[in-house]
């Protein structure tokens, strides 16, 4: 079973740019789409973005301007860069592997990793 | 966006009791819906996707039905290890998107 595990400083300042990497083992990244999920302290859940292992990205267009993803095969890691951050971006950040459910090309969020918090204070 | 509507936002219910929570999305979204179950410091579990197929290892206690645009996870017999919060994820379309949540309380 594919296990995924973020990491990254638990602490950002206003304005710095919030960086996370999730690490996937038991598995190989590739050939899966890979996403960054994030949850606000008594919030819901808010998709971020994806990446394939090619490379290939699409961002949610709430977060776009701010929003960077890249992959490195080779440590079968994947990372997310959020810049400009504020207040409003302190959230528990999950990194989740897509599964497909047919061969109709949709796929939802299959396995999660445990998630981390991110505080964005001064 | 599509917006996925959940309720209710919490329920209180004892072991054994029958259990149904409902997501309503704003548009049809076919059977494109995956049910998760999150507790607090774990890693969030797929319980069911395509609205009605069982993720590989979760109890047949748990099950999905719906299609188009409202939908419903039921769980049969409540036991200990289901109070947690679920959620609701549509995957017919980007941005995906995810229902508000639904806390199920020991009453």
């Known amino acids: 079973q594919v296990q995924l595990q973020e990491s990254g400083p638990g602490l950002v300042k206003p304005s710095e740019t919030l960086s996370l990497t999730c690490t996937v083992s038991?598995?190989?990244?590739?050939?899966?789409?890979w996403s960054w999920i994030r949850q606000p302290p008594g919030k819901g859940l808010e998709w971020i973005a994806y990446?394939?292992?090619?490379?290939?990205?699409t961002y949610n267009p709430s977060l776009k301007s701010r929003v960077s993803l890249s992959v490195d095969t080779s440590k079968n890691q994947f990372s997310l860069k959020l810049s400009s951050v504020t207040a409003a971006d302190t959230a528990v950040y999950y990194c989740?592997?897509?599964?497909?459910?047919?061969?109709?090309?949709?796929?939802?969020?299959?396995?999660w990793g445990q998630g981390t918090l991110v505080t964005v204070s001064s | 966006d599509i917006q996925m509507t959940q309720s209710p936002s919490t329920l209180s219910a004892s072991v054994g009791d029958r259990v149904t929570i409902t997501c309503r999305a704003s548009?049809?979204?076919?059977?494109?819906v995956a049910w998760s179950q999150h507790k607090p410091g774990k890693a969030p579990k797929v319980l069911i996707y395509?609205?009605?197929d069982l993720e590989s290892g979760v109890p047949s206690r748990f099950s999905g039905s719906g299609s188009g645009t409202e939908f419903t996870l039921t769980i049969s017999s409540l036991q200990p290890d289901d109070f947690a919060t679920y959620y609701c994820?549509?995957?017919?379309?980007?941005?995906?998107?995810f229902g508000g949540g639904t806390t199920v309380e020991i009453k």
């Open positions: 038991s598995g190989s990244i590739i050939g899966y789409y």
């Open positions: 990446i394939y292992h090619s490379g290939s990205t």
């Open positions: 548009q049809s979204i076919s059977s494109w």
């Open positions: 395509k609205a009605s």
């Open positions: 989740a592997r897509h599964v497909s459910s047919d061969s109709s090309g949709h796929e939802y969020l299959g396995s």
């Open positions: 994820q549509q995957y017919n379309s980007s941005p995906l998107t």
